[in-house]
Structures are given as structure tokens and as C-alpha cells.
């Protein structure tokens, strides 16, 4: 299976219990990004450029915690920044265990080794290393050399300690096709459970050249056929349809709320227009109507999987089609 059987029955369960109480709007996966602090500049990431000369304070783990009651998501990524600089992370992930939320724990790689080493194992626990290619391709994206190694280094130790491990990566304008394939042979022998994989966002505060345009990314996808027939990834077959340009989908930007240092973050974990002071105030404020590629120019080109996943899963329980669909994906793993 692609994921524990736990997961799809919380999210089902999740959205049905919407649905009876007439909710049209919710979110399925919690962001939360305890710190804007890391130890890396990578090239195609906007956080630290936004944040680099004044840091805003560190959510305190109360605050993570109640964000991710106000929320009521029953997925949380712990992303940042890098989280692993954040000093309350293990008490914070264990709070959002014993809330029986699903926990995807993102990382460069290069401080996880503690974690891995102090903190046990857990069926609902994830950890994603984010990986854009390999040693040359990532370490240059990350803009400092032994990245891609330290990062290999902790996804073995990971496996070792019997941890369920996850990738992400994020494609560029010179991302190498070829390349790509020899990266996910090498994390399928070191028996990573899933892959992620979607265009790299082009952020306003970030050198434009180095993203691809929406048909540049339809091209490049398309290309890509075989490697998403060998190897586990978790992106839905239905996403990656759209991102081949095989199926028309519209973005759920408050699939993916994001709370961090600053507050909640509208209207998107990528486009930053204002923040709130509280989930519900974010969710009624924010004009959700003026977003979307036919709406925003900074829309025209995303194809990020954050904003489209939700709308592939909110809709499969209208569709018998899709949903079978997706049942026997999962069910089924490379």
C-alpha cells in the first residue's frame, strides 16, 4: 500500500462528517511552520528571502498545538523553515500524535539525525526529506555541498530505526528527466515508501528563470511516464493526469492552510496577501473568488500539488469513477 489504510479512513471519515454538517469550505491538510529559521538558502524557496533580515519569534507549542485544533485537520506537515531548529519539536509532534493526527515531518536532512536517534517510530508518523536530484543537482539548488548526502545518510538511518520515510521533490527548468529516474532508483533500493513530485512554485522574490511555465511543466511531466509507472509515488494518478495535461483541475487553496510565526497565512501556502490572528477569521476573510489562474497572474503558472491533491480528494466522493480509481492505486504499489 502507498499509505497506512488508517490514512484514507480518518481523511474519509473526516469529510463525511463535513458534509453531514454542510461545510463547503475545509481544510484536509494543516501546514504548520513552528520557525522561519534554516540552515540552508536553497535557490527556488521564498521563506528565507522573506524572513532572512527581520525573524519573527517562534510559535511557542501551545500555539502549534491549538492551530491544529482550530484547524481540525486530521493531516499536519511540520514544515518551516527547517523544523528540526525548532527547540520544542519533539514534544510538539508527540502532542499531534496523541491527537491522533497523521504527521508528515519535513526535512533537508542535515539535523535529523537526533530526531531519528531520540524519537520512536510511529504509524501515523512521516518524514519527508525534500530532495530536488542528485549530489550535483541538489546540492547546488541548496546552495551548500554534502546536502544531498547528510540527506541519503538520515533516509538510511530512518529505514534502520524502522521509520516510515517519505520524498519531495521539486522540479525546475533544468531538471533532467534522466536524471530524475536515476534519483528514484536510488531511493526505491534504499526502500523509501512514496515519492512526491511536482513543479517547483515560481515565487515573486525568487530569479523567475529558474521555474518552468505551465506548458513547460505539461511538456516535462508528459515525459515522465515511465517513472511514475515504476516507482511508489503518492502524488494521485488523477494529479498527475492534470499535470500531463490530461485533466482539468481547479486549486482548493484552503485545502492546505498554513499557520507559522506571523499568523495564518491567506490566501495560500505559496501567495502571501495577509495574515490572521485566528483559522475562522483567515477562512471568512480571505476573497477566495479572486484566486486561480484565470483570476491572478502569480496563479498562472502553479501546478503545486498543495492546492490541487485537495481538490483530487475532495472530489473523488462525488465520483465512483475516481474514487475506485484511487482505491486500487493505493492499494497497489511499485
Not at 535557490?43 to 482550530?70: T, V
Request: proline residues 6%; contains cysteine.
Amino acid at each position: 500500500m502507498r499509505f497506512p489504510m488508517s490514512l484514507p479512513v480518518s481523511l474519509t471519515a473526516y469529510m463525511l462528517k463535513n458534509a453531514l454538517k454542510g461545510k463547503k469550505r475545509f481544510p484536509l491538510v494543516l501546514m504548520l511552520e513552528p520557525t522561519h529559521r534554516c540552515n540552508l538558502a536553497c535557490a527556488g524557496c521564498d521563506r528565507i528571502r522573506l524572513h532572512d533580515e527581520m525573524q519573527s519569534e517562534d510559535l511557542s507549542l501551545k500555539e502549534c498545538l491549538n492551530a491544529s485544533e482550530e484547524a481540525g485537520a486530521p493531516v499536519v506537515t511540520v514544515t518551516g523553515g527547517e523544523p528540526l531548529l525548532y527547540s520544542e519539536l519533539k514534544p510538539l509532534v508527540a502532542g499531534l500524535l496523541r491527537r491522533k493526527r497523521h504527521v508528515y515531518l519535513c526535512s533537508n536532512g542535515v539535523l535529523t539525525e537526533s530526531f531519528i536517534e531520540e524519537f520512536a517510530p510511529h504509524a501515523r508518523l512521516t518524514l519527508n526529506f525534500h530532495l530536488d536530484g542528485l549530489e550535483e543537482t541538489h546540492d547546488a539548488i541548496a546552495n551548500r555541498e554534502g546536502t544531498f548526502r547528510k540527506a541519503i545518510q538520515a533516509i538510511k538511518s530512518a529505514k534502520q530505526r524502522g521509520f516510515r520515510v517519505s520524498t519531495n521533490t521539486s522540479v525546475y527548468r533544468n531538471t533532467g528527466v534522466k536524471e530524475l529516474e536515476r534519483l528514484f532508483s536510488l531511493l526505491k533500493s534504499l526502500n523509501v515508501d512514496g515519492n512526491l513530485i511536482s513543479p517547483a512554485f515560481s515565487y515573486e522574490s525568487v530569479e523567475e528563470t529558474i521555474f518552468l511555465d505551465r506548458e513547460g511543466a505539461v511538456n516535462r511531466f508528459c515525459q515522465m511516464e515511465r517513472i511514475f509507472e515504476n516507482f511508489p509515488f503518492m502524488n494521485s494518478p488523477l494529479y498527475l493526469d492534470f499535470l500531463r495535461g490530461k485533466r482539468r483541475l481547479c486549486c482548493t487553496p484552503w485545502g492546505n492552510p498554513t499557520r507559522n510565526p506571523l499568523g495564518w497565512k491567506s490566501p495560500c501556502y505559496l501567495i502571501t496577501d495577509s495574515y490572521y490572528s485566528s483559522f475562522e477569521e483567515m477562512m471568512q476573510k480571505t476573497r477566495w473568488e479572486k484566486y486561480g489562474p484565470e483570476n491572478d497572474p502569480r496563479c498562472r503558472n502553479c501546478m503545486v500539488h498543495s492546492g490541487y491533491e485537495a481538490t483530487v480528494t475532495r472530489g473523488a466522493l462525488g465520483n465512483p469513477g475516481d474514487l475506485v480509481r484511487l482505491l486500487l492505486w493505493n492499494l497497489k504499489r511499485p
